[in-house]
Nanobody, 128 residues
Framework: QVQLAESGGGSVQGGGSLRLSCAASGYTAWSRCMGWFRQTPGKEREGVAV????????LYADSVKGRFTISQDNAKNTVYLQMNSLKPEDTAMYSCAAAISRSCNGVWWLKDVRYPYWGQGTQVTVSS
């Protein structure tokens, strides 16, 4: 079992930055894929970024490449999502998710169905 807790959401003007944090507890010794997802009402949840905790490899959705950076602090069992050059269309509820896996290669790791563990989410609102 893995428990996840997000923080760092808020309101920001377009062009601004926010950093989200996802603290993991429980069976954190296992190699994991840690993902950030976002969802707005009436839309499907979208995978934003994934990091492989064992090797550090990353994967991004095309919509955020070059603007968002996923990183980790293994000592703190925390994954971060640095969001720069934010746009109004980035407004969403952002959630982190975890899956026990040695490898996170492949775009299917941006699909929410691969993740059994989820945090409660944190709201990000970007104004124009």
């Amino acid at each position: 079992q893995v428990q996840l807790a997000e923080s760092g959401g808020g309101s920001v003007q377009g062009g601004g930055s926010l950093r989200l944090s996802c603290a993991a507890s429980g069976y954190t010794a296992w190699s994991r894929c840690m993902g950030w997802f976002r969802q707005t009402p009436g839309k499907e949840r979208e995978g934003v970024a994934v990091i492989e905790t064992a090797g550090g490899s990353t994967l991004y959705a095309d919509s955020v490449k070059g603007r968002f950076t996923i990183s980790q602090d293994n000592a703190k069992n925390t994954v971060y999502l640095q969001m720069n050059s934010l746009k109004p269309e980035d407004t969403a509820m952002y959630s982190c998710a975890a899956a026990i896996s040695r490898s996170c290669n492949g775009v299917w790791w941006l699909k929410d169905v691969r993740y059994p563990y989820w945090g409660q989410g944190t709201q990000v609102t970007v104004s124009s």
